[in-house]
T-cell receptor
Framework: IAGITQAPTSQILAAGRRMTLRCTQD?????MYWYRQDLGLGLRLIHY???????GKGEVPDGYSVSRANTDDFPLTLASAVPSQTSVYFC??????????????FGPGTRLTVL | GQNIDQPTEMTATEGAIVQINCTYQ??????LFWYQQHAGEAPTFLSY??LDGLEEKGRFSSFLSRSKGYSYLLLKELQMKDSASYLC??????????WGAGTKLIIKP
């Protein structure tokens, strides 16, 4: 693995179904993030984790949950998908929160369609 | 509220120079980032400014004026591969990134 990987690449999901998007990084970064990107809007933060064992809510957390059991993995779960969750989801990581110039590195994204 | 503004779309000619502007109003400021995003791909880091002035990195330069809440990304000697969206993001007082909607840059031969 080099950098950040996400799975699946794309998914079509029926409304009401549960779905987990996977994210793994091998850079030993402390902080990880989940964003959604919708046409005409900037990246919006869903949830973040500053270090393993801790998580926090971003700008649009409703309908999503995350866990951070270890440094490398940060899965995002949609408990009961709705069509408004149709989006491209990006996972990102950075060395350490609060570090000035703390560049975020992004995974390739998951394109999710909820019907 | 927090707000990042940048033009939706710009067009430029191969070999020319283009300036993409970004204005911001955020709760706190811990630096401004520019990212490049090709269609269907992930954003990739271009530049970071935390002090006023110009940062140059090859064909790309980024400028910041904190008093004006303003930044620009300058791309010189444009190449067709520079066709992409350019995202402006500000790190707020909680060290989270607030993102603009991005500027789609179209390069014509």
């Amino acid at each position: 693995i080099a950098g950040i990987t996400q799975a699946p690449t794309s998914q079509i999901l029926a409304a009401g179904r549960r779905m987990t998007l996977r994210c793994t990084q091998d850079m030993r970064h402390n902080a990880m993030y989940w964003y959604r990107q919708d046409l005409g809007l900037g990246l919006r933060l869903i949830h973040y984790s500053n270090t393993a064992g801790t998580t926090g809510k971003g700008e649009v957390p409703d309908g999503y949950s995350v866990s951070r059991a270890n440094t490398d993995d940060f899965p995002l779960t949609l408990a009961s998908a709705v069509p408004s969750q149709t989006s491209v989801y990006f996972c990102a990581s950075s060395k350490r929160p609060g570090l000035v110039g703390n560049e975020q590195f992004f995974g390739p994204g998951t394109r999710l369609t909820v019907l | 509220g927090q707000n990042i503004d940048q033009p939706t779309e710009m067009t430029a000619t191969e070999g020319a120079i283009v300036q993409i502007n970004c204005t911001y109003q955020t709760s706190g400021f811990n630096g401004l980032f520019w990212y490049q995003q090709h269609a269907g791909e992930a954003p990739t880091f271009l530049s970071y400014n935390v002090l006023d002035g110009l940062e140059e990195k090859g064909r790309f330069s980024s400028f910041l004026s904190r008093s004006k809440g303003y930044s620009y990304l300058l791309l010189k000697e444009l190449q067709m591969k520079d066709s992409a969206s350019y995202l402006c993001a500000v790190m707020d007082s909680n060290y989270q990134l607030i993102w603009g909607a991005g500027t789609k840059l179209i390069i014509k031969p």
